[in-house]
Each structure stands twice: as structure tokens, then as C-alpha cells.
Nanobody
Framework: QVQLVESGGGLVQAGGSLRLSCAASGFTFNSYPMNWLRQAPGKGRELVATIYSGGTTYYPNSMKGRFTISRDNAKNMVYLQMNSLKPEDTAVYYC?????????WGQGTQVTVSS
């Protein structure tokens, strides 16, 4: 079955960096786009970045500049490099894939940015 396991979250001061990782299994990883989304307290989930199977990336305008998504198809891994973090980046970050029409999510990893 499809499994997504995030890691790398934590507490960081404003201006700092974190690199999140997502280990994927149970599907043909290199055939599917992968997404990072986040959910801040009291808010809905919002897309942070998408990376397609060939490596093309997409960022919503609000996410451009400080976040970089990448993938390693040989390791079935997707990453999110986050730089110049701000307190408003505090959220649970989720890895997501849509496989066979069904959306799959990891358990999430908490990122807390202190001011």
C-alpha cells in the first residue's frame, strides 16, 4: 500500500532553515508528481510546492523564493528545503501523492518558527 513518511521538522528561529524529507513506498514513485502542503493552526491546508516526475517544479506565488522542492527517484524520496523561515511558516507540513485517483498523505511533520 502507498505510504508516505515525513521527517525533518522541528523548532527553528526566524531566519533559519530546515530540510524536510518524505520517504515514499507502495507505488511507482518516479511516475507521479509529489506535493508538499502545510496546515497552520486554525487554517486549511495550502499547497507549498509540486514536483513532477521529470523534475519540473511548481510553486504558488506566495511560496516562491524561499522554498525548494526536489526529488530523488532512485531513493523514492522527496525533499523540501526551507530558507529564511518566518513565524508564519509555522505549520504541520505534509507530503502528498495522488495515485490511482486517490490522495495519500503522510502523518505530517511539525515546523515551528520562533520570532
Amino acid at each position: 500500500q502507498v505510504q508516505l513518511v515525513e521527517s525533518g521538522g522541528g523548532l527553528v528561529q526566524a531566519g533559519g532553515s530546515l530540510r524536510l524529507s518524505c520517504a515514499a513506498s507502495g507505488f511507482t514513485f518516479n511516475s507521479y508528481p509529489m506535493n508538499w502542503l502545510r496546515q497552520a493552526p486554525g487554517k486549511g491546508r495550502e499547497l507549498v510546492a509540486t514536483i513532477y516526475s521529470g523534475g519540473t517544479t511548481y510553486y504558488p506565488n506566495s511560496m516562491k523564493g524561499r522554498f525548494t522542492i526536489s526529488r530523488d527517484n532512485a531513493k523514492n524520496m522527496v525533499y523540501l528545503q526551507m530558507n529564511s523561515l518566518k513565524p508564519e511558516d509555522t505549520a504541520v507540513y505534509y507530503c502528498n501523492a495522488v495515485v490511482g485517483g486517490a490522495g495519500y498523505w503522510g502523518q505530517g511533520t511539525q515546523v515551528t518558527v520562533s520570532s
